[in-house]
C-alpha cells in the first residue's frame, strides 16, 4: 500500500534540493564560459566549461545509480551534490590561478550536481503510483525552474562578493554553487528519510528480487530486450539532443546579426521558461493521457519548433522566441513522460540501474549533439542544423506509431 504523506514528504524534499542545485548550477554556465574565453584568451575554447560539465554529468549518472543500489537515493544524492562542492572549489582555484586545466576538471566534477539533479526525479517516483508518477516526478523538474531563473540574476552580486574576497568577479558563481549545493547535500542527508527507494525495495516480496547490481552491460541488454524502455529511453535522448543542438546554436545564429547580448539572454529565458514552467502541466497530461500520447505531442511540438526557429533570421527575436519556447516545452513532453515509462517499464530492484543507464545516453547525446551542430552551422546554416534536427524527431515518430509500452503508456 502506498503511503501519500510519505511520497508529499519526500516530493518537497527533492523539489526543495533541486531548486538548491539549481541556483547553483545555473549561474555557473555562463561564467564557466566567460572564464575559459578570458583564461584562454580565445572565444572559440569558451565551449570547453559547460561540454566538460556536461560529460561530467554522464561520467557520473552509472556510479550514483550504484551507489542507489549500495545505500538508497539519500546516500547517492549526497554524495552527488558533494562531489559538486568540491567540483565548484577546484573550479574558483583554477579561475583565480588561471590555471585552465583546473578549471575544466572543476567544472567536470559540478557536473555530478546535475548528475545528481537528473537522478532526482527517479526518486520522486519510487514510491509512486501509475496514476500519479508523471506528476510527482514533473513537481522535481519545475523545482529547476527557479534555480534556472535565479541562478543568472545572480551573477552581479556573486561576483560583488568574489572581487571583496580578491578573488576574479567570474569565479562568484561557484562561490554561490559551494554555499547552495552544501545546502542541498544537507537538505537530502537529513530529510530524505526514509530512503524512498531502500523503502520500495523493502515493500517487494522476497520471491520477486533478482540480481539488483546488475553490469552496465547486462542493463543495456535488458533494456534493449524490453520495448517499452527502449522506447522510453530513445524517447528521451531524442528530445535531449534535438534541443541541446539547437539551443546552443540559436545565440550564434543571432550574434551574427550582431543582436544584443540582452535580447539573446531574453530569447533564451524564454526557452527555459519552455522546458520547466508547465512541467505540472506535462505530468498531469502524462498521467491522463498515457505516456506514449504525451510523448507523441512533444514530438510534434519540438517538429514546430525546428520549422519556426528555422525559418527565423538571426534578427526576428520573437519568432526565434516562439521556437525557442516550443524546443523547450517540447523537450519537457519527452523528459517528463520518457522517464514515468521507463520508471514502469522494468522492476522496482532495477530500476537505479536503468535510470543510470538513460541519463548517460541523454548527456552523451546532448554532448554530442552540441558539437555537431557547431559543425553543421559553420559549414551550413542554422536552418539546415533545425531541418537535420528534425530528422531523428519524424524517425521516432514513426516508430512511436507501432511501439508497444506499458498499460499507462
Same mark, same amino acid.
Given at each position: 500500500?502506498?503511503?501519500?504523506?510519505?511520497?508529499?514528504?519526500?516530493?518537497?524534499?527533492?523539489?526543495?534540493?533541486?531548486?538548491?542545485?539549481?541556483?547553483?548550477?545555473?549561474?555557473?554556465?555562463?561564467?564557466?564560459?566567460?572564464?575559459?574565453?578570458?583564461?584562454?584568451?580565445?572565444?572559440?575554447?569558451?565551449?570547453?566549461?559547460?561540454?566538460?560539465?556536461?560529460?561530467?554529468?554522464?561520467?557520473?549518472?552509472?556510479?550514483?545509480?550504484?551507489?542507489?543500489?549500495?545505500?538508497?537515493?539519500?546516500?547517492?544524492?549526497?554524495?552527488?551534490?558533494?562531489?559538486?562542492?568540491?567540483?565548484?572549489?577546484?573550479?574558483?582555484?583554477?579561475?583565480?590561478?588561471?590555471?585552465?586545466?583546473?578549471?575544466?576538471?572543476?567544472?567536470?566534477?559540478?557536473?555530478?550536481?546535475?548528475?545528481?539533479?537528473?537522478?532526482?526525479?527517479?526518486?520522486?517516483?519510487?514510491?509512486?503510483?501509475?496514476?500519479?508518477?508523471?506528476?510527482?516526478?514533473?513537481?522535481?523538474?519545475?523545482?529547476?525552474?527557479?534555480?534556472?531563473?535565479?541562478?543568472?540574476?545572480?551573477?552581479?552580486?556573486?561576483?560583488?562578493?568574489?572581487?571583496?574576497?580578491?578573488?576574479?568577479?567570474?569565479?562568484?558563481?561557484?562561490?554561490?554553487?559551494?554555499?547552495?549545493?552544501?545546502?542541498?547535500?544537507?537538505?537530502?542527508?537529513?530529510?530524505?528519510?526514509?530512503?524512498?527507494?531502500?523503502?520500495?525495495?523493502?515493500?517487494?516480496?522476497?520471491?520477486?528480487?533478482?540480481?539488483?547490481?546488475?553490469?552496465?552491460?547486462?542493463?543495456?541488454?535488458?533494456?534493449?530486450?524490453?520495448?517499452?524502455?527502449?522506447?522510453?529511453?530513445?524517447?528521451?535522448?531524442?528530445?535531449?539532443?534535438?534541443?541541446?543542438?539547437?539551443?546552443?546554436?540559436?545565440?550564434?545564429?543571432?550574434?551574427?546579426?550582431?543582436?544584443?547580448?540582452?535580447?539573446?539572454?531574453? /530569447? $533564451?529565458?524564454?526557452?527555459?521558461? @519552455?522546458?520547466? #514552467? %508547465?512541467?505540472?502541466? &506535462? !505530468?498531469?497530461?502524462?498521467?491522463? *493521457? =498515457?505516456?506514449?500520447?504525451?510523448?507523441?505531442?512533444?514530438?510534434?511540438?519540438?517538429?514546430?519548433?525546428? /520549422? $519556426?526557429?528555422?525559418?527565423?533570421? @538571426?534578427?526576428? #527575436? %520573437?519568432?526565434?522566441? &516562439? !521556437?525557442?519556447?516550443?524546443?523547450? *516545452? =517540447?523537450?519537457?513532453?519527452?523528459?517528463?513522460?520518457?522517464?514515468?515509462?521507463?520508471?514502469?517499464?522494468?522492476?522496482?530492484?532495477?530500476?537505479?540501474?536503468?535510470?543510470? #543507464?538513460?541519463?548517460?545516453?541523454?548527456?552523451?547525446?546532448?554532448?554530442?549533439? =552540441?558539437?555537431?551542430?557547431?559543425?553543421?552551422?559553420?559549414?551550413?546554416?542554422?536552418?539546415?542544423?533545425?531541418?537535420?534536427?528534425?530528422?531523428?524527431?519524424?524517425?521516432?515518430?514513426?516508430?512511436?506509431?507501432?511501439?508497444?509500452?506499458?498499460?499507462?503508456?
Amino acid at each position: 500500500m502506498k503511503n501519500t504523506s510519505l511520497e508529499k514528504h519526500i516530493v518537497k524534499v527533492l523539489t526543495s534540493a533541486q531548486i538548491l542545485n539549481g541556483v547553483g548550477v545555473a549561474g555557473t554556465v555562463a561564467a564557466g564560459s566567460l572564464l575559459v574565453s578570458s583564461i584562454s584568451k580565445s572565444e572559440s575554447l569558451a565551449g570547453l566549461a559547460q561540454t566538460s560539465a556536461v560529460l561530467g554529468a554522464a561520467a557520473m549518472a552509472l556510479p550514483l545509480s550504484r551507489l542507489t543500489l549500495h545505500g538508497g537515493r539519500r546516500l547517492a544524492l549526497s554524495v552527488g551534490y558533494a562531489i559538486g562542492v568540491f567540483g565548484a572549489l577546484l573550479a574558483i582555484v583554477g579561475g583565480a590561478t588561471r590555471i585552465l586545466e583546473l578549471m575544466l576538471l572543476g567544472t567536470f566534477l559540478v557536473g555530478a550536481a546535475s548528475a545528481a539533479g537528473y537522478q532526482a526525479r527517479f526518486a520522486a517516483v519510487d514510491l509512486s503510483t501509475d496514476e500519479s508518477r508523471s506528476r510527482q516526478l514533473s513537481m522535481v523538474v519545475w523545482g529547476s525552474t527557479i534555480g534556472a531563473v535565479a541562478g543568472p540574476n545572480l551573477m552581479e552580486p556573486s561576483g560583488n562578493l568574489a572581487q571583496s574576497l580578491g578573488l576574479p568577479r567570474l569565479v562568484g558563481p561557484y562561490i554561490l554553487a559551494i554555499i547552495s549545493l552544501t545546502l542541498a547535500t544537507a537538505v537530502i542527508a537529513l530529510y530524505l528519510k526514509p530512503d524512498p527507494f531502500l523503502t520500495a525495495v523493502a515493500l517487494l516480496p522476497p520471491t520477486s528480487l533478482v540480481d539488483t547490481k546488475p553490469s552496465t552491460r547486462s542493463t543495456l541488454k535488458l533494456i534493449s530486450k524490453t520495448p517499452s524502455a527502449l522506447f522510453a529511453i530513445v524517447s528521451i535522448a531524442v528530445g535531449h539532443v534535438v534541443m541541446v543542438s539547437v539551443m546552443v546554436m540559436t545565440p550564434v545564429h543571432m550574434a551574427h546579426v550582431d543582436v544584443t547580448l540582452t535580447i539573446i539572454g531574453m /530569447v $533564451i529565458s524564454v526557452h527555459v521558461a @519552455g522546458m520547466y #514552467a %508547465f512541467s505540472p502541466l &506535462v !505530468g498531469y497530461l502524462s498521467d491522463t *493521457l =498515457g505516456r506514449k500520447g504525451v510523448i507523441q505531442i512533444g514530438l510534434v511540438i519540438l517538429l514546430s519548433a525546428a /520549422v $519556426i526557429a528555422g525559418r527565423s533570421p @538571426g534578427n526576428h #527575436a %520573437f519568432t526565434l522566441g &516562439v !521556437g525557442l519556447f516550443l524546443l523547450g *516545452l =517540447g523537450w519537457s513532453c519527452t523528459l517528463i513522460a520518457g522517464s514515468a515509462l521507463l520508471s514502469e517499464s522494468v522492476s522496482e530492484e532495477l530500476l537505479p540501474s536503468t535510470q543510470g #543507464a538513460s541519463d548517460l545516453i541523454m548527456n552523451l547525446t546532448g554532448a554530442a549533439g =552540441g558539437a555537431l551542430a557547431g559543425v553543421i552551422i559553420a559549414t551550413m546554416s542554422y536552418g539546415w542544423l533545425c531541418a537535420i534536427a528534425s530528422i531523428p524527431v519524424i524517425g521516432l515518430g514513426i516508430w512511436s506509431l507501432r511501439a508497444k509500452t506499458s498499460q499507462h503508456g
